[in-house]
């Protein structure tokens, strides 16, 4: 039985795959054309691909059973799903809070941190230096200003307080008009890089001296005051490596901001709408988005005297995956999974992980899963596993963990067939079984890696079709993805597994790095550079291309060039295919059987082959329960070569002596067991190949199976 193709139905990538094929901007297009339809497209859309994939799968010989794929849109994986949230709220890992959190204006929704780092790119933006004033001057008569530094300007009215260090030395220096500016000590080079040009210090002054002080917010007038707001405070997250050591602090949009506001009580201001457009609070820049008000916001700051520094960064900032937009950090309603409740026993699982290459292990992923951040998984999004968490008007909630259930709660019967998506879902009415009162969902889908991450269980529709008393379907024996993934895949199936069985989800874990092109450019379709797969193996063979990157170090990025790939793939199956070839030449007139057991041999040169394959057949065995395929792959290439150069070029006058003596007898005995041998070491590597070989041997006689795949 082959292994289960499967796939991921539902997220993002197919609602703007949708909205794209109707030219769509902004979400309010969806509701206008219907919830439902525009759900029922992307049930549609999901299948595109599905074909393709089918066909470059069998062509490339890559065995799955697509016959009984699952879908993560079937009823059936979505129950197995919201089993998991329920049993991760009963552990008090499924929590909703108010969070800063990664979002997408354009998709309306936020993101998870995985999500994120997928998505740095590298853009160039304002780089701003504002000065705000101080409502008392630093000197009797002075006006005096705070420089703050920012490169999103579409934030600033949204400022709060300025945040400074507590101990680090700051100074005050007279500007053009007299009046005194305040950075950090430290800053003032970044400034004045010329030393005969920098301004000569008037005041030095420890952070601790500027905290407390109030100061004229940015766009007087615009944030409702309150005692605690448009002062400077202390905090720990200042640094002198960029800006001027005094810091721009807008609760609503930065985590560091957020975390101030809330210990000295600032509250948060929000101007942007969903959609991230200003709303009419400030009347110059309504109905943009974003960051193209930064022009006029700067426009307007400098009119009013306030812009002291206005230039360009080119820096990298985090992109929307799916859609490319620039993202916003943003202070959210969301649902988390509290990943840092687990940290200990994620890290304890992910020892017991065999990494290929190993220092991901430590490295890549052991670091992400320190860090210890929670997972944010709630999506304001249509087409998704709807979060099963329904609020009662009393202030609980109720966590629905199957349909059964739902049942129970749901004021008449289920629909047949019951399609637990929205809309469908949120037409049925729910009641309160404690309190008799009408509940309402909380209005999300949840994160689409969420649905990836519970593939091991749910693709058997865990704990319903099988569950306990059987064994959890975790650790698989392994899984294989790119380095990117290790935010990913690798962490969601990592996530669940130990949350919800307490073990590691997978035993091996392959990590291939991205080829890259000649030049050394990460291959991308956006960047126009990527070869078409299906196209190459048209080119090169499947078995050529699949011998090319088992010899290439594919866990490290290399440069992908067909010329390469052809010296190392298709050199070492054409070595191979001649040498078959002269056997089938010679077998066909000589029409000795190839054996089937090690021949009792006398030559030297044919126990030495001999013993070369059965050192191999150790070596690649163990490589492969390592899955290690570069190993297994390098160990039959030099085989190969050992046999086409050495064995069979002093070979040669053996086949061609007159009649059946029991030297040609025994060099037929070697040659046969020698192809045997590699067809057997070579089927899960080069498939095609190996039963190329088998068919040369056994094609026509005797054979011991009738291919090599079904040999044990
Ligand atoms: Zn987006
Ligand atoms: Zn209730």
Redesign the pocket.
Known sequence: RFPLAGWDCHG?PVE?EVEKAHHWTNKKQITEFGVAAFVEECRRSVMTYEAAWRRFSERVGYWLDFDHAYYTMDPAYVESVWWSLRELHDQGLLTKGHYVVPY?A??ETSLALHEVAQGYRETTDPSVTLRLRLEEPLLPGTESYLLVWTTTPWTLPANLAVAVGEELPYVAFRGEEGALHVLAEAALPRYFPEETHRPGVVLRLPGKDLVGRRYRPPFPGLVPESDARHRVYAADFVTLEDGTGLVHTAPSFGADDYALGKRVGLGVFDPLDSSGRFTSVLPLVEGRSFKEADARLLTDLADRGLLYRNEKIVHTYPH?W??D?PLMYRALDSWFVGTHEITERLLRHNATVDWIPAHVREGRFGNFLKEGRDWAISRSRYWGTPLPIWNCPRGHVEVVGSFAQLKTLARGPLPEPFDPHRPYLDELTLVCPTHGETLSREPYVIDVWYDSGSAPFAQIHWPFATGPPDEPPVPLDFVSEGVDQTRGWFYTLHVLAGALFDRPAYRHAIVNEFALDAQGRKMSKSRGNAEDPLALVERMGADALRMGIYLSSYTEAVRYTEQAFRQSGVRMLTTLMNVVEFYRTNQSLDRLPAVDAPPRVSRALDRWILSRLSAAHATVREALDRYDAHRAAETLREVVDDLSTWWLRRSRVRFWAEGLDGEKVEAYATFSFALRQLALLLAPLAPFTAEHLWQALYGTGHSPAPSVHLTE
């Open positions: 993002l703007v997408c354009r998709c929307c799916r859609c937009r």
